[in-house]
């Protein structure tokens, strides 16, 4: 991992916070309990006195927005989001075949676990390019949602790739099928993930593995 830049781990799903001369910036907001996780993280790093400029999406699932008002609210962090999700951050996505039932679930979590509808201060399409950090490319790889986008940093052949799968040293394995809006796109998204010039990938769901080894064990979850 790059010294300026930190994953934040909670029991669900993982995000990530960038560092450059301007700030911090958040690769999603995370899930129960990513608030704190993030201020702890933040203050065993030292740098819990560095101002969140941004917020940038990869998708607009419940355990990815569920604090993202807040904490753009706390801080004053503009929000980059893809537009295909934009009924996700608002808070009546529809879902269709099979993920209907993460529809249900997220229905009856949203109310339970307080989640504030929100409007992108940026919309992110493929290609876009997002002037921090190192650089970014936006990159995206629809199937989980229709908006769903990775994040590259052309300079270390590295990408943030959000719910492309979940890596696991006993088990990798695509999102079920009841998370994914079009199922029918996972694979051509995998494939169009490795076609870049990778030296490793970041998954949200993954354990402590290098992004080399991330990268391996996509590579032979597509085979």
Same mark, same amino acid.
């Given at each position: 991992?790059?010294p300026d830049c930190l994953r934040i781990?909670?029991?669900?799903?993982?995000?990530?916070?960038?560092?450059?001369?301007?700030?911090?910036?958040?690769?999603?907001?995370?899930?129960?309990?990513?608030?704190?996780?993030?201020?702890?993280?933040?203050?065993?790093?030292?740098?819990?006195?560095?101002?969140?400029?941004?917020?940038?999406?990869?998708?607009?699932?419940?355990?990815?927005?569920?604090?993202?008002?807040?904490?753009?609210?706390?801080?004053?962090?503009?929000?980059?989001?893809?537009?295909?999700?934009?009924?996700?951050?608002?808070?009546?996505?529809?879902?269709?075949?099979?993920?209907?039932?993460?529809?249900?679930?997220?229905?009856?979590?949203?109310?339970l676990l307080g989640f504030e509808p929100?409007?992108?201060?940026?919309?992110?399409?493929?290609?876009?390019? #997002? *002037? &921090?950090?190192?650089? @970014?490319?936006?990159?995206?790889?629809?199937?989980?949602?229709?908006? %769903?986008? !990775?994040? /590259?940093?052309?300079d270390l052949g590295l990408l943030f790739?959000?719910?492309?799968?979940?890596?696991?040293?006993?088990?990798?394995?695509?999102?079920?099928?009841?998370?994914?809006?079009?199922?029918?796109?996972?694979?051509?998204?995998?494939?169009?993930?490795?076609? #870049? *010039? &990778?030296?490793?990938? @970041?998954?949200?769901?993954?354990?402590?593995?290098?992004?080399?080894? %991330?990268? !391996?064990? /996509?590579?032979?979850?597509?085979?």
């Amino acid at each position: 991992m790059p010294p300026d830049c930190l994953r934040i781990r909670t029991p669900w799903v993982g995000f990530h916070v960038l560092k450059d001369a301007d700030g911090l910036y958040l690769l999603d907001g995370g899930f129960i309990g990513g608030v704190g996780r993030l201020k702890a993280t933040l203050a065993r790093q030292h740098w819990q006195n560095e101002r969140i400029r941004g917020i940038i999406l990869t998708h607009g699932h419940l355990d990815h927005i569920l604090n993202v008002a807040a904490i753009a609210r706390e801080t004053g962090a503009w929000i980059a989001a893809p537009r295909q999700d934009a009924a996700h951050y608002a808070g009546r996505a529809e879902y269709r075949g099979w993920s209907r039932v993460a529809g249900l679930l997220e229905g009856v979590g949203k109310p339970l676990l307080g989640f504030e509808p929100f409007t992108p201060d940026r919309w992110i399409g493929d290609g876009d390019r #997002l *002037d &921090l950090w190192k650089g @970014l490319r936006a990159v995206h790889l629809p199937g989980h949602t229709d908006g %769903h986008t !990775g994040y /590259l940093c052309e300079d270390l052949g590295l990408l943030f790739c959000g719910d492309l799968f979940a890596s696991y040293r006993r088990f990798s394995h695509a999102p079920p099928g009841i998370l994914n809006s079009s199922p029918e796109l996972m694979r051509l998204s995998m494939i169009r993930a490795q076609s #870049l *010039d &990778l030296n490793g990938v @970041l998954p949200n769901h993954g354990d402590e593995a290098s992004p080399a080894e %991330h990268l !391996g064990r /996509l590579r032979n979850l597509s085979h």
